[in-house]
């Protein structure tokens, strides 16, 4: 169960990076990236199927459960081999890794998804498929030359 | 006491950040990182769990045996030139990952790639599908930029015509 994100509906605030940190203790696991400052993409850990943090990993404190790639913090000794192997330099480390958990101690689902305001990120993948397709049904329909 | 097999010691952070004994001490300074190893009494052996190299052993108490000391040149990124891991660690990632996948689409080594830099780079390949359409409706991008936001209505055609005549006097 990772965390779609729709770039399209994202305006860029960085709410989500905030509220991570809150939620973390001010180690966030979001950055939002600003491509030619006019598309934000907020960029996090996609747990990937066959993840290389995990692979990289000696004592096995990242692992695959299930869908996601959990973190065990008291395994964990901060030798920094994740950070260099993940693909998409999500994962920081001071003393041990840092690296998206789904917040798994909160109550409701990830804190980005509860706060963030354009509803960009969610948990459903149907959702934003749905989305995806209407919004380029919609643009299909839309008349010519007109902005 | 530590011995150290200084071929085998990849220059991470796992032995400094585990010793409870502040023994291990390690600079970074302008992208040179040092590692030192105290002589140590203790009877721990974290550090010789915790090493994913196995480079540390522990041996008995010896007066000769010297402080061990190791310094790394960290590797730049390909892209930005910042230094940021030391070259046996992306050995080590490189020798665990299989090889057909170190290298992207493009022909980009990524793992000799800073993290920012891989996150820039993953940005603007998700952003690429959206970007031309975003440009297109930017009006700092399109001739309105110089119209106006509503086009070239009569105020804004005057103005222009002034800036014209005002920067003819100029010359």
């Known amino acids: ?38 598309v934000a993409v907020p960029i996090f850990c996609h747990h990937c199927d066959e993840a290389f943090c995990a692979t990289v990993c000696f004592k096995g404190a990242l692992h695959k459960e299930g869908e996601t790639t959990a973190f065990d913090a008291e395994k964990c000794t901060g030798c920094g081999l ?65 902005r | ?49 915790m090493c994913p190299a196995g480079a540390i052993t522990l041996v008995p108490w010896d007066e000769i045996e010297p402080e061990w000391e190791i310094s790394f040149d960290l590797v730049a990124c390909k892209i ?14 490189e020798s665990s990952l299989p090889a057909e996948i170190q290298k992207d689409s493009t022909g980009l080594e990524w793992i000799r790639i800073c993290p920012v830099c ?3 780079i993953e940005a603007e390949s998700l952003a690429k599908l959206i970007l031309p359409g975003r440009r297109k409706n930017d009006w700092r991008c399109s001739w309105h930029f110089l119209a106006g936001k509503r086009g070239l209505y009569p105020g804004r055609m005057r103005l222009l015509y002034n800036l014209i005549i005002f920067a003819g006097m100029r010359i």
């Not at chain 1, 840092?98 to 963030?116: M, T």
């Not at chain 2, 085998?8 to 400094?16: I, N």
């Not at chain 2, 030139?81 to 030391?86: E, F, I, K, M, P």
Request: with cysteine; hydrophobic share 35%; charged share 25%.
């Open chain 2, 80 to 93: 930005c030139g910042s230094r940021y891991a030391t070259e046996p660690m992306l050995k080590k990632i």
């Open chain 1, 82 to 146: 994740c950070i260099y192997a993940c693909p998409f330099g999500v994962v920081w480390a001071d003393r041990t890794a840092h690296k998206c958990d789904l917040c798994r101690e909160r109550k409701g689902g990830p804190a980005c998804i509860s706060v963030c305001p354009a509803k960009a990120l969610s948990v459903d993948f149907d959702l934003e498929v749905s989305r995806a397709r209407s919004r380029a049904a919609r643009a299909a329909a839309a008349p010519r030359g007109v």
């Open chain 1, 1 to 38: 169960m990772p965390v779609y994100i729709d770039i399209n509906r994202c305006i860029g605030c960085r709410t989500c990076e905030a509220a991570c940190q809150m939620e973390h203790g001010g180690r966030g696991h979001i950055n939002v990236q600003y491509v030619e400052d006019l």
């Open chain 2, 118 to 120: 891989r996150r820039n």
């Open chain 2, 1 to 49: 006491m530590i011995r150290v097999d200084t071929s085998l010691c990849l220059g991470c952070q796992s032995c400094f950040n585990v010793c409870p004994g502040q023994n291990i001490i390690r600079n970074e300074t302008d992208g040179r990182i040092t590692v030192h190893w105290k002589r140590c009494k203790e009877e721990c052996d974290l550090c010789v769990k």
